[in-house]
């Protein structure tokens, strides 16, 4: 590993940062966790549309025939399927989601994973997010996606909602290992994640400087004052010109972050890697997993989470987790027309794949 001055440690290998010792040690102790989550829970809603054609007598349009629907949780509920895939033994997730159909069939597909359902509000003033995802086969007869239908309440929570979830949020803090705060919605104030949950979430880091609070936005890192901060390099460093070096803008900016926080900020990139920026130090890339084969990289940043917060909470250091993230991630990216997850036998099976690679 040769320092680059002033910028990052590149050519970090894939797996070199991690040993087999710690890898089975932090497999070994999942079980064990218990991992708060607060954040935009959706449904995501799978159509699988027959290739039967039929009018509608009363329009004329074709009516499409639906003859199998897939319901699974979305946004935090990706976190939460990978987590339970990975072997976390219990996942307490806080969060508001409306009190109607949708919203039962989400609990349904909620209460199947190793879930506590306690902290989630259900508010009759909102509407439960959901992504509905009209799947029809192409002339191959290869699945492909329609225009998503999406329904979501576009306003801010109520104050009573704000308040009830702070209280909430609060508890499963002081009883959980840690956190991880998913920031799933871009329009100001409308997501679960707002300025008084931030407000909280920045009191309680300043409290409890030992506990991991993981924070994942799309649109506010630069929001948070307290936690460790994860994004992509869109999310971590905005718009990069064409010409500019995708890893040097990361570098620069989840330098600043890190500065900021005080904490570590992590930057996925893709196929590069994860860049780790840590206070003192200069960041380093730890080097993507390669992987063949046609991808499909939906869901690989919260792949990507469920590795690095359970190698943090289970002992290792930023640089082991995110190659820890890197090994979960490059396994869900070859699960094609799904959100994929990994278990721990895959995790293993890849690192030694790995390491044979050299």
Same mark, same amino acid.
């Given at each position: 590993?040769?320092?680059?001055?002033?910028?990052?440690?590149?050519?970090?290998?894939?797996?070199?940062?991690?040993?087999?010792?710690?890898?089975?040690?932090?497999? /070994?102790? $999942?079980?064990? @966790?218990?991992?708060?989550? %607060? !954040?935009? #829970?959706?449904?995501?809603?799978?159509?699988?549309? =027959?290739?039967?054609?039929?009018?509608?007598?009363?329009?004329?349009?074709?009516?499409?025939?639906?003859?199998?629907?897939?319901?699974?949780?979305?946004?935090?509920? /990706?976190? $939460?399927?990978? @987590?339970?895939?990975?072997? %976390? !033994?219990? #996942?307490?997730?806080?969060?508001?989601?409306?009190? =109607?159909?949708?919203?039962?069939?989400?609990?349904?597909?909620?209460?199947?994973?190793?879930?506590?359902?306690?902290?989630?509000?259900?508010?009759?003033?909102?509407? /439960?997010?959901?992504?509905?995802?009209?799947?029809?086969?192409? !002339?191959?007869?290869?699945?492909?996606?329609?225009?998503?239908? =999406?329904?979501?309440?576009?306003?801010?929570?109520?104050?009573?909602?704000?308040?009830?979830?702070?209280?909430?949020?609060?508890?499963?803090?002081?009883?959980?290992?840690?956190?991880?705060?998913?920031?799933?919605?871009?329009?100001?104030?409308?997501?679960?994640?707002?300025?008084?949950?931030?407000?909280?979430?920045?009191?309680?880091?300043?409290?409890?400087?030992?506990?991991?609070?993981?924070?994942?936005?799309?649109?506010?890192?630069?929001?948070?004052?307290?936690?460790?901060?994860?994004?992509?390099?869109?999310?971590?460093?905005?718009?990069?010109?064409?010409?500019?070096?995708?890893?040097?803008?990361?570098?620069?900016?989840?330098?600043?972050?890190?500065?900021?926080?005080?904490?570590?900020?992590?930057?996925?990139?893709?196929?590069?890697?994860?860049?780790?920026?840590?206070?003192?130090?200069?960041?380093?890339?730890?080097?993507?997993?390669?992987?063949?084969?046609?991808?499909?990289?939906?869901?690989?940043?919260?792949?990507?989470?469920?590795?690095?917060?359970?190698?943090?909470?289970?002992?290792?250091?930023?640089?082991?987790?995110?190659?820890?993230?890197?090994?979960?991630?490059?396994?869900?990216?070859?699960?094609?027309?799904?959100?994929?997850?990994?278990?721990?036998?895959?995790?293993?099976?890849?690192?030694?794949?790995?390491?044979?690679?050299?």
């Amino acid at each position: 590993m040769v320092p680059r001055p002033g910028r990052s440690n590149f050519g970090t290998g894939p797996a070199g940062m991690i040993t087999q010792d710690r890898l089975e040690s932090i497999l /070994t102790s $999942l079980p064990r @966790l218990t991992i708060g989550l %607060v !954040g935009d #829970l959706f449904l995501d809603r799978y159509l699988q549309i =027959d290739p039967v054609h039929e009018l509608s007598i009363e329009t004329g349009l074709e009516a499409y025939q639906v003859s199998n629907v897939r319901n699974s949780p979305g946004a935090l509920g /990706t976190v $939460l399927n990978n @987590l339970a895939a990975f072997g %976390v !033994g219990l #996942l307490v997730p806080v969060t508001v989601i409306g009190d =109607d159909g949708h919203g039962y069939d989400l609990l349904k597909e909620i209460r199947k994973l190793p879930v506590d359902p306690s902290q989630i509000i259900c508010s009759p003033r909102r509407l /439960t997010p959901t992504y509905t995802k009209p799947m029809k086969p192409d !002339g191959g007869g290869v699945p492909r996606e329609l225009n998503r239908i =999406d329904v979501r309440t576009r306003q801010a929570l109520s104050e009573e909602e704000t308040k009830l979830l702070c209280q909430r949020f609060e508890k499963v803090f002081h009883t959980s290992d840690g956190m991880i705060v998913l920031d799933q919605i871009v329009a100001p104030e409308q997501g679960v994640v707002n300025v008084l949950v931030r407000s909280l979430l920045c009191d309680l880091a300043e409290q409890h400087p030992e506990k991991l609070i993981f924070v994942d936005s799309r649109a506010n890192l630069s929001k948070f004052q307290r936690g460790t901060l994860k994004g992509n390099l869109t999310e971590i460093a905005g718009r990069v010109d064409h010409d500019e070096n995708p890893v040097s803008a990361a570098t620069s900016a989840a330098a600043a972050l890190c500065r900021k926080t005080g904490r570590p900020t992590f930057c996925t990139l893709g196929d590069r890697g994860i860049l780790v920026a840590r206070p003192g130090e200069e960041p380093t890339l730890v080097a993507g997993v390669r992987v063949a084969g046609p991808l499909d990289i939906v869901g690989a940043g919260d792949a990507a989470t469920s590795g690095i917060v359970t190698s943090l909470l289970a002992g290792a250091d930023e640089l082991e987790a995110a190659t820890m993230g890197n090994l979960v991630a490059s396994i869900t990216v070859q699960q094609l027309g799904t959100t994929g997850t990994a278990t721990p036998d895959q995790v293993h099976r890849r690192w030694m794949e790995t390491v044979r690679q050299g």
